[in-house]
C-alpha cells in the first residue's frame, strides 16, 4: 500500500514512554517537514498505573484535524489496548507485544480480540527492550523502530531525533536507545515483508511543533505580557507554566493565587497600574470569575481571560474536550454585561489572536474571554506562526494636556473610549469603582446617568468592529450548502468538507476568531447565499447556534455533539452527504 | 459617649480641608456621624502626609462596605473593588507597579467572612501591602447583620435568635498566617491610629492594622463604650519579635489589647522576585 497520510496510536500504561513515543515520532515527522498533529490521551487526572495514549497523524499535506480511525495501533499494554481496536481503519493494522502473551489471561489479550477485518503483527517489544536497555526501558523506541521499517521510512529521520531528544544525557544512554531502535527494526525486516510504502517524496524544511496552550502563551509574552496570575486546573496550567518560567526573565512575574478570583482579581490589578496581564483558566475557574469580569466591565479595567474549555457541567470531565463555556462566555455575569469573546481554530490563530485580544482589551478597556478547548490546546501540530504582528494598531487611548487638566477617566465620547491614566504618571489621579458611576468616576445611581453610561459601554463595541478581522470564507463559493462553526471543530468541518468535495458535493464555510462581536454583514451576506446551513458544534445545546439564530435570523441544521473526543470529520461528511440529497429531492 | 451632629462632623471635614493634610483629602466622607471609620480615614490622611507620598504613586484599594468608601474620600489612585477582594486586586498592583505605596481597606465581613480565603496568602507572601481592616463586628453597609467577629449571642435581624457561632479574631489570625507587621488599634485612639498606620506603610512587608471601629448605628453590643471599658495598651516592654506571646496577648479580651504586637524585618516579596530576576540576568 502506497499512503501520503498515516495515523498512528500508542497504548499502554505511565511509564511505557507513550507520550515520548509520541514526541519522538512527531518530532521525525516534523524534522522531515512533514505536517504533524498529535493528540495525548489520558484516562484520569491521576498519573498511577492509568491508561495513556499517543496518537499522531502525519502527512505531506496541511493537516487540520486528528481525522478518522487509525492506521496502526500499538498496543504496548495488551488488556488496556483492547478498547482502541474499534478506532482501527478496516484494513487497518495493529502491532502487539508477543513477549507478554503468556502473562495475560486469554480476555486480557490484544492478540486475540484482532478481528479478521484488520491485520496483526506480533513484535516481543519488552523481550527486545531488555535486550537492549537491561531493563523494560526503550519499549516505545523498539516500537518505533518496528514502525520505520513498516512504512519503510527513512531511519535517519528517527536516529536523529533520538539523538536530541536524549541530548542532555550521557552518550551510553543514548546508544542503548539507539539499540533498542534498530532492534525492533530488525525483527520486523526479517519477518514481515514489506509491503507499506510512505510517499515521501515532498520532503521539505522542518517544521516547528507547537500546542495551543503553547502558542497562546508564547504570542502573549511576544505582545508585551508582564503579569500573569492563575490557578492551576486541567487543561489550561501549561499556560502558567510557561508564564511561570519566561516572566520573571522578562522583569514580569507570575503568581500562584489561592483561587481563580484571587487570579482575576491580581489580573485585573495589573491592569490597572498599566500593566499587560492575563489568567488562564477552565470551566470551573470561568464560573467563578464572573463577579470580576463585570467589575472588568463597569469599572473599564481592560482583562484577558483565556478559557481552555473541558466537558462540564461542574467539575465535569477534566480530560475530555467540549465546547460547552460559550454562553457563559458571552452572557455569565449580572447586568447589562458586554465582553469581546474570542475563539481560535487552529494553534496558528492562538498566536495571532491572543495578541489581538491585547490589543483589543487595551484600547477598548474591556474584558476579553479567549475560549481555546482541551484539544486544541494540548494537541501538538505543525505550524507556521506569524510574528510580525503590527505593535501599534491599537494603543491605550491617553488624555490631552487638556483633559489631564479637569481629568475624567469616564469622559462621554463618540468612539465609548474614555483617556485611561495609570498610577504613578504625573498629572492626575482617579478612583474607580464597580458602582455605577459619573464621568469622574464617582458613584452615581441617577437614572441618566445609568443609561448614559450603559450605552457607553456598548458603544464600545460598535467602534471596535473596525479594528477586528473579517470573517473568512472558505471552500465554493457557488456552493448551496454553508457551513458556520467555531473554535477547534473547524479542523474536522473542513476535512469534512473534504470528504464530500471527493463525493462531488461542493459545500462553503464561515469562520471568524470574533464570536462577539463579529463583522456582521460577512455573515449576512454568507447566509443569504446559502440554501442551507449546517452548524457543528461540541456541546448539546447548540450554543454557537443559538448565537447566530438569534442575531442573524437563521434557521440552520445544528449538529450538537456533546464529545468527549474531537469531532469526527466522517461525522459532518455524512451530515454534508444527507443535506445535499435533501436539496437534489 | 455623646455623638456629634452630622453638621458638626461634616464642618469639622470641611476645616479639615484647609489643613495640612489637605493634599490628601478628596470628597467629604459619607458616613454616619460619629461612625468609627473617620479615625481610620483620619489616620490615612496623616500618614500620606508624615511620609509625603504623592498623590500620584498612592493607591487605596477597597472592598465594599462602608468601610469600602475611602478611596473616594482620598486624594490618590483609588479602586473601590468588590466585596472581599481588595487583597487579590491590591497585588496585583503592587507586583505590576512595586514602587506605587498600596494600602488595603476593608470590613470585617469584607476581610475574614467572604475575603476570608485572600487575607492568609497575602500575609504568608509577605507582599509589600498595608492591610487595614475596620473591624465594627457587624454588616454596616447592608444595614446590620452579624458579621464573622460578632460575638455569640448577639442579636441581629439575620440571628434573631443569638449569634451561635464564635468570632474569628483578625488580630490572631494575621499572627497565625505569617504576617510580620501585626497591630491592634482602636478608633477613639487617633493618635495611636495615625501613629501605626504610618508605620505600617513604612514596614516593608505584609502590615496588618485591625481597627476597632465602631458601628454607632446598628451594633448595639460592640459599641465605643464596650470596648472602651476593655481597652488597655500592651503591657511595657512587649517583646515585638515574639510571635507566640504576642498571639497569647492577642487572644485575650479581657482586657483587649491595642498596640503593635509583632513586628519582623525579613524580605518582602518584592526582594524575593529582584532576586529570582537578577538571578536570571547571567
Ligand atoms: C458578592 C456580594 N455579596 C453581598 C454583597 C452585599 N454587601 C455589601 S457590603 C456587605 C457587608 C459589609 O460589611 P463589612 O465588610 O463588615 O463592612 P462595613 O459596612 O461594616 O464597614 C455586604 C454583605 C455584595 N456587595 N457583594
Ligand atoms: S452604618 Fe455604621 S459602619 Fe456604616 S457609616 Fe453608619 S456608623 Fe459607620
Ligand atoms: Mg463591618
Redesign the interface.
Known amino acids: 500500500m502506497k499512503y501520503s497520510e498515516i495515523t498512528i496510536r500508542f497504548c499502554g500504561i505511565a511509564g511505557d514512554g507513550i507520550v515520548a513515543s509520541g514526541k519522538i515520532l512527531a518530532g521525525a515527522c516534523a524534522n522531515i517537514g512533514l505536517h504533524v498533529m498529535v493528540n495525548n490521551i489520558y484516562s484520569a487526572e491521576i498519573r498511577g498505573l492509568g491508561k495513556s495514549s499517543a496518537t499522531i497523524r502525519f502527512s505531506t499535506e496541511k493537516l487540520y484535524s486528528m481525522g478518522d480511525g487509525l492506521d496502526l495501533l500499538v498496543g504496548m499494554m495488551s488488556k488496556e489496548s483492547i478498547i482502541d481496536l474499534r478506532d482501527v481503519k478496516v484494513g487497518g493494522n495493529v502491532i502487539y507485544d508477543t513477549s507478554t502473551i503468556g502473562d495475560v489471561a486469554e480476555e486480557d489479550s490484544l492478540a486475540s480480540h484482532i478481528t479478521p477485518e484488520i491485520q496483526g503483527h506480533g513484535l516481543p517489544i519488552k523481550k527486545l527492550a531488555n535486550e537492549a536497555t537491561g531493563t523494560n526501558q526503550g519499549k516505545n523506541l523498539v516500537a518505533i523502530g518496528a514502525i520505520c521499517y513498516f512504512y519503510s521510512l527513512p531511519p535517519e529521520m528517527f536516529i536523529d531525533q533520538i539523538r536530541s531528544v536524549f541530548a542532555h544525557k550521557e552518550e551510553h544512554i543514548i546508544d542503548i536507545n539507539i539499540k533498542a531502535f534498530n532492534l525492533g527494526y530488525e525483527y520486523f525486516r526479517e519477518n514481515y515483508p514489506l509491503n507499506n510504502q510512505f510517499e515521501i517524496d515532498k520532503r521539505s524544511e522542518p517544521r516547528a511543533l507547537t500546542s495551543g496552550n503553547d502558542a497562546i502563551a508564547k504570542g502573549a509574552i511576544d505582545c508585551g505580557l ?2 500573569f ?1 492563575g490557578y492551576p486546573i486541567t487543561p489550561a496550567t501549561k499556560i502558567m507554566e510557561i508564564a511561570a518560567k519566561e516572566l ?2 522578562l ?1 514580569g ?1 507570575t ?1 500562584q ?3 481563580e ?3 482575576i ?11 499587560r ?1 492575563m489568567t488562564a483558566t477552565s470551566g470551573p475557574g470561568l464560573s467563578l470569575m464572573s ?2 469580569i463585570n ?1 472588568s466591565v463597569m ?1 473599564e479595567i481592560p482583562t484577558i481571560i483565556v478559557n481552555v474549555q473541558r466537558g462540564g457541567p461542574s467539575t465535569g470531565l477534566p480530560t475530555k474536550v467540549e465546547q460547552g463555556d460559550l454562553n457563559i462566555a458571552l452572557y455569565g455575569g449580572a447586568g447589562d454585561s458586554p465582553r469581546v469573546v474570542m475563539a481560535p481554530t487552529n494553534s496558528e490563530e492562538c498566536y495571532s489572536g491572543i495578541q489581538l485580544a491585547f490589543d483589543i482589551a487595551e484600547k477598548y478597556q474591556t474584558p476579553v474571554i479567549f475560549l481555546s478547548d482541551l484539544f486544541l490546546g494540548q494537541r501538538t501540530e505543525t505550524v507556521t506562526i506569524k510574528e510580525n504582528i503590527d505593535r501599534n494598531r491599537c494603543t491605550r487611548k491617553k488624555p490631552t494636556p487638556e483633559q489631564l487638566e479637569n481629568f475624567q477617566r469616564y469622559q462621554i465620547t463618540d468612539d465609548g473610549v474614555s483617556p485611561l491614566i ?6 492626575a ?7 455605577e458611576h459619573s464621568v469622574t468616576g ?2 452615581n445611581y441617577e437614572e441618566d446617568v445609568h443609561s448614559m453610561m450603559t450605552a457607553k459601554r456598548f458603544r464600545k463595541f460598535e467602534s471596535m468592529v473596525e479594528d477586528l478581522p473579517e470573517a473568512d470564507i472558505l471552500g465554493e463559493e457557488t456552493a448551496d450548502i454553508g457551513i458556520a462553526g467555531w473554535g477547534s471543530t473547524i479542523g474536522s468541518i473542513l476535512e469534512g468538507m473534504e470528504i464530500a468535495k471527493k463525493q462531488g458535493v461542493k459545500t462553503k464555510l464561515i469562520k471568524s476568531i470574533m464570536i462577539h462581536p463579529q463583522h456582521e454583514d460577512s455573515f449576512r451576506k454568507f447566509f443569504a447565499s446559502c440554501k442551507k446551513i449546517i452548524v457543528p458544534e461540541m456541546n448539546y445545546q447548540g450554543q454557537y447556534a443559538a448565537l447566530l439564530k438569534s442575531r442573524y435570523g437563521i434557521k440552520p441544521i445544528e449538529i450538537h455533539i456533546p464529545s468527549v473526543n474531537p469531532v469526527s470529520p466522517l461525522k459532518i461528511a455524512q451530515k454534508i452527504m444527507e443535506t445535499s440529497s435533501e436539496l437534489s429531492q | 459617649m455623646s455623638f456629634l451632629s452630622k453638621q458638626t462632623v461634616l464642618d469639622e471635614f470641611k476645616k479639615a480641608k484647609e489643613s495640612k493634610t489637605k493634599e490628601w483629602r ?2 467629604l466622607p459619607t458616613w454616619c456621624p460619629g461612625c468609627g471609620h473617620f479615625t481610620g480615614l483620619h489616620g490615612l490622611y496623616e500618614a500620606a502626609e508624615r511620609l509625603n507620598i504623592p ?7 477597597s472592598g ?1 462596605g462602608c468601610s469600602g468608601r475611602f ?2 474620600f482620598i ?8 466585596h472581599g ?1 481588595a ?11 512595586p ?2 505605596t498600596v494600602v488595603v481597606v476593608g470590613g470585617d465581613g469584607d476581610g475574614v467572612g467572604i475575603g476570608g ?2 487575607f ?2 497575602a500575609a504568608r507572601s509577605n507582599f509589600n501591602l498595608t492591610y487595614i481592616l475596620l473591624d465594627n463586628s457587624i454588616y454596616g453597609l447592608t444595614k446590620g447583620q452579624i458579621s464573622p467577629t460578632s460575638p455569640m449571642g448577639m442579636k441581629s435581624g439575620t440571628s434573631p435568635y443569638g449569634n451561635i457561632a464564635r468570632p474569628l479574631n483578625p488580630t490572631t489570625l494575621a499572627l497565625a498566617y505569617g504576617a510580620t507587621f501585626v497591630a491592634r488599634t482602636f478608633s477613639r485612639e487617633r493618635d495611636m491610629v495615625s501613629e501605626l498606620i504610618t508605620k505600617a506603610i513604612q514596614h516593608k512587608g505584609f502590615s496588618f492594622i485591625h481597627d476597632l471601629s465602631p458601628c454607632v448605628v446598628f451594633n448595639k453590643v460592640v459599641t465605643y463604650d464596650s470596648v472602651n471599658d476593655a481597652s488597655a495598651m500592651l503591657p511595657e516592654g512587649h517583646d515585638i519579635l515574639d510571635r507566640s506571646k504576642a498571639m497569647t496577648l492577642a487572644e485575650s479580651t479581657e482586657p483587649i489589647y491595642q498596640g503593635l504586637f509583632f513586628r519582623e524585618e525579613v524580605p518582602s516579596f518584592d526582594d524575593h ?1 529582584k532576586q ?2 537578577d538571578g ?1 540576568k547571567d
Not at chain 2, 55 to 61: G, H, I, L, Q
Not at chain 2, 75 to 82: I, Y
Open positions: 508582564k503579569f496570575a520573571p526573565k522583569g512575574w503568581l493565587m489561592e483561587d478570583i484571587a487570579a482579581g491580581a489580573v485585573l490589578g495589573a491592569w490597572f497600574a498599566g500593566k496581564a463577579e470580576m467589575m469599572a495609570v498610577p504613578g504618571e504625573p498629572g489621579v482617579y478612583s474607580t469603582t464597580g458602582l464617582n458613584p | 478628596d470628597n498623590p500620584k504613586d498612592f493607591v487605596v484599594v465594599i478611596p473616594f486624594k490618590g489612585f483609588g479602586l473601590h473593588g468588590l477582594r487583597i487579590p486586586i491590591a497585588t496585583g498592583i503592587k507586583v505590576a507597579s514602587d506605587l480565603g485572600h492568609p496568602h522576585a529570582v530576576r536570571l
